[in-house]
């Protein structure tokens, strides 16, 4: 009785162990995603520009804008293409753990937009384009369901770390009617102009959770998909003018070429904050000094979405 007994609890020690050690070691996980936006909302403002799609009218005589149109203009920067490469240590049949990295490439999104009209001629257009680049990195741990079968469901979850990115914003403007012509030079009466910002972000950390599976190919490499979903809020730290090119027109016809060098600090550079006072360096306000950096109130976008994730598993 004894003997049994003994040999009993061998072999129940036994498949227990082989039951905690099957599928246990390093794996590697390269993979392409594209992710949709979910929560689409207000885009923040380009400097004084609000995202709105302006369509407007102007009087010649009087030059007084009459509202054709105007729409608000929402999106997320969190659609486009993902490409990634995780390594991961897996425990045993039920619990792994993974580290990924990803490079992500936003989608071109309009944040602000005029136009604008004297009769059926077009002479405002004004378009400005951002687009985030970012490089992120992802702690999780994977739950699978120990199953026999081919088909090897998991759960994910876990932590979204952007460790270098930024919001790129390219703005074109054509303008004849000198009302954004004047902000770069008060003696023009007409502009054409391309300028590109720059926004790096301050640290954040967003969270993940992704359901999927994994299907053999053969020996230790499988093929997975997984469905995953991504809440990742960043605000503005600091933006700058990278590119500004400009040729303005004086009333006499004759072309001035600006450039970036010929821009203040204060419009090359700016800050953001939580809060401004009295004291922070806003252009328009009393005692604005333009050889100093600007100050702004900081805002956000989201990079996160929902996306498809496929890829192949190879163990190591």
């Keep these: 009785m004894k003997k049994l007994i003994l040999s009993v609890a061998l072999l129940a020690t036994a498949s227990f162990g082989a039951f905690a050690q099957e599928g246990r070691g390093f794996y590697l996980k390269p993979s392409g995603s594209y992710f949709l936006k979910v929560t689409p909302v207000e885009f923040p403002n380009v400097g004084s520009l609000q995202p709105r799609d302006y369509v407007f009218s102007i009087n010649p005589s009087t030059g007084a804008q009459t509202r054709i149109s105007e729409e608000t203009i929402t999106g997320s920067f969190g659609q486009g293409w993902r490409a990634g490469l995780a390594g991961g240590f897996r425990f045993n049949k039920v619990v792994a753990i993974e ?67 930024y919001l790129d914003i390219n703005t074109t403007v054509s303008d004849q009617t000198g009302s954004i012509a004047k902000t770069v030079n008060p003696n023009f009466v007409a502009i054409e102009l391309t300028r590109t910002e720059r926004v790096k972000p301050k640290p954040t950390v967003g969270f993940l959770g992704a359901a999927g599976f994994n299907y053999p190919l053969g020996k230790n490499i499988s093929f997975f998909s997984e469905v995953e979903y991504r809440n990742v809020s960043v605000n503005s730290d600091s933006k700058e003018v990278r590119s500004f090119n400009a040729t303005g027109t004086l009333a006499n016809g004759s072309k001035v070429n600006v450039g970036l060098s010929d821009l203040p600090t204060g419009t090359r550079e700016t800050n953001y904050h939580k809060t401004i006072t009295s004291s922070s360096n806003v252009p328009g306000t009393a005692g604005y000094d333009s050889s100093k950096p600007s100050d702004d109130l900081k805002s956000y976008i989201n990079i996160g979405g929902l996306g498809v994730n496929v890829g192949i598993k190879i163990g190591i």
Excluded: C, R, W
């Excluded at 009209?117 to 970012?134: C, E, F």
């Excluded at 990195?137 to 270098?164: C, D, I, N, Q, R």
């Design 99 to 165: 580290m990924g990295a990803n490079f992500f490439k936003s989608e071109e999104n309009t944040m602000a937009k005029q136009t604008g009209y004297i009769g059926n001629t077009q002479v405002l257009g004004l378009k400005s384009v951002g687009q985030v680049t970012a490089v992120d990195l992802t702690p999780s741990l994977v739950f699978h369901l120990p199953t026999e079968a081919k088909f090897k469901p998991y759960l994910k979850m876990g932590a979204v770390v952007p460790v270098y990115g």
